[in-house]
């Protein structure tokens, strides 16, 4: 299994990014996968989750402002983030629990700053 990160980079206040995973060696379509983030001297946190039934979950502090939507075709998962606020800056993982092992993303990096 592996999971390629990308999109990320540096956006004002305010702003919208978007960033993407690409999943080999699964099948999407009956897993689960996560975005988390990660900020310097803390754990990861899990930011949002999309599950096989098509179902969604989010961390308080991104509701309504981020949106996690995947491909099961092509084998994306995508973090669509708008409203962005500088606390939101952090290195953002992919996720998938697959048959008991823990597979992450390279990470990406975002940064939200005027």
């Known amino acids: 299994v592996q999971l390629q990160a990308s999109g990320g980079g540096l956006v004002q206040p305010g702003g919208s990014l978007r960033v993407s995973c690409a999943a080999s060696g699964i099948v999407l379509s009956i897993n689960s996968l996560d975005w988390y983030r990660q900020t310097p001297g803390n754990q990861r946190e899990l930011v949002a989750r999309?599950?096989?039934?098509?179902?969604?979950t989010y961390a308080d502090s991104v509701k309504g402002r981020f949106t996690i939507s995947r491909d099961n075709v092509r084998r994306t998962v995508a973090l669509q983030m708008h409203s962005l606020k500088p606390e939101d800056t952090a290195i953002y993982y992919c996720h998938v629990l697959f048959r008991s092992r823990n597979y992450w993303g390279q990470g990406t990096q975002v940064t939200v700053s005027s």
């Open positions: 999309t599950y096989s039934n098509g179902s969604t």
